[in-house]
Nanobody, 124 residues
Framework: QVQLVESGGGLVQAGGSLRLSCTVS????????MGWFRQAPGKEREFVAG????????IYADSVKGRVTISRDNARNMVYLQMNNLRPEDTAVYYC?????????????????WGQGTQVTVSS
């Protein structure tokens, strides 16, 4: 089965940048559309960004559009989330997720596998 491990989280000041990484093992990443989600304390898990298997389609939540870029390196079995101009409201645990479909989606329930999460904290 596919395994996902996130890394790259940390504490940054507002306006700073982070690059999150997701390492995929067990199966080739090319078989999956990939997504990044986040969950803040007391809130529902929400979609951040997604990328299709073909890399033709990328989608972003309105809250991060223009500040976040999702990318994938299939040769290295990795997915990245580059986050710039971070805001305190971006503070959350960020999760990498895989979906065995050609299509990305914003709904968490449609993703098959999840990483353990990496904490991102943005100070004001």
């Amino acid at each position: 089965q596919v395994q996902l491990v996130e890394s790259g989280g940390g504490l940054v000041q507002a306006g700073g940048s982070l690059r999150l990484s997701c390492t995929v093992s067990g199966r080739t990443i090319s078989a999956y559309s990939m997504g990044w989600f986040r969950q803040a304390p007391g809130k529902e898990r929400e979609f951040v960004a997604g990328i299709s298997r073909s890399e033709i389609n990328t989608i972003y939540a309105d809250s991060v559009k223009g500040r976040v870029t999702i990318s994938r390196d299939n040769a290295r079995n990795m997915v990245y989330l580059q986050m710039n101009n971070l805001r305190p409201e971006d503070t959350a645990v960020y999760y990498c997720a895989a979906r065995g479909s050609a299509y990305v989606d914003t709904r968490p329930i449609l993703y098959d596998s999840w990483g353990q999460g990496t904490q991102v904290t943005v100070s004001s």
